[in-house]
């Protein structure tokens, strides 16, 4: 059974760092692109960040652009999220998913999310 | 950047009606859009992908159709477990990017 599962969530000031993570299961990691899409609560969808199914290829919203850093452990089957400089309009569900393909392309299976909160 | 406009915002349809949602790219996008549903409080799940294939697994009373920039997503008759919120999303460019999302409630 294919499965994600997010960490890492919680609340934190503004201006401060936060780590995501993701544990994949049940599927070869490595060969697929992984994405994080975020949503604000009461709000829509929003696409983070993407990464090739090798590392080789990441690509990142404008709201997020050099704050946050995607990687991959593909020994570990994990996707991380670094997130730093941290802001109000940050604050969200951050779900991981999988890309149906070796980089980006829709999403076809979607972890259960972790909340993060970002306040003074 | 690909802007996606889905119509309506929400819609409340009777158990067994036919619902239909709309989605509109900004530039011809091919067939590169997948519609998601939402149910309250969980993960989006995949629906349709490539603009008309359904998620093996799912009821075949929703179907997909539309290349281009014109796109529709149906559900042929209303069940109570529809009941969610269905968002487009293109990936023909990067940035990825979802449509406004449709809530479709019971009437």
């Known amino acids: 059974q294919v499965h994600l599962v997010e960490s890492g969530g919680g609340a934190v000031q503004p201006g401060r760092s936060l780590r995501l993570s993701c544990a994949a299961s049940?599927?070869?990691?490595?060969?697929?692109?992984m994405h994080w899409v975020r949503q604000a609560p009461g709000k829509g969808l929003e696409w983070v960040a993407v990464?090739?199914?090798?590392?080789?290829?990441?690509n990142y919203a404008d709201s997020v652009k050099g704050r946050f850093t995607i990687s991959r452990d593909n020994s570990k089957n994990t996707l991380d999220l670094q997130m730093s400089s941290l802001r109000g309009e940050d604050t969200a569900v951050y779900y991981c998913?999988?890309?149906?393909?070796?980089?980006?392309?829709?999403?076809?299976?979607w972890g259960q999310g972790t909340t993060v909160t970002v306040s003074s | 950047d690909i802007q996606m406009t889905q119509s309506p915002s929400s819609l409340s349809a009777s158990i067994g009606d036919r619902v239909t949602i709309t989605c509109q790219a900004s530039?011809?996008?091919?067939?590169?859009l997948n519609w998601y549903q939402q149910r309250p409080g969980k993960a989006p799940r995949l629906v349709i992908y490539?603009?008309?294939n359904l998620e093996p697994g799912l009821a075949s009373r929703f179907s997909g159709s539309g290349s281009g920039t014109d796109f529709t997503f149906t559900i042929s008759s209303l069940q109570p477990e529809d009941i969610a919120t269905y968002y487009c999303q293109q990936y023909e460019n990067l940035p990825l990017t979802f449509g406004g999302g449709t809530k479709v409630e019971i009437k």
């Open positions: 990464i090739s199914y090798d590392g080789s290829n990441k």
């Open positions: 530039q011809d996008i091919s067939n590169s």
């Open positions: 049940g599927f070869t990691f490595s060969g697929y692109g």
């Open positions: 998913s999988r890309s149906a393909n070796y980089y980006y392309y829709g999403m076809d299976v």
């Open positions: 490539d603009a008309s």
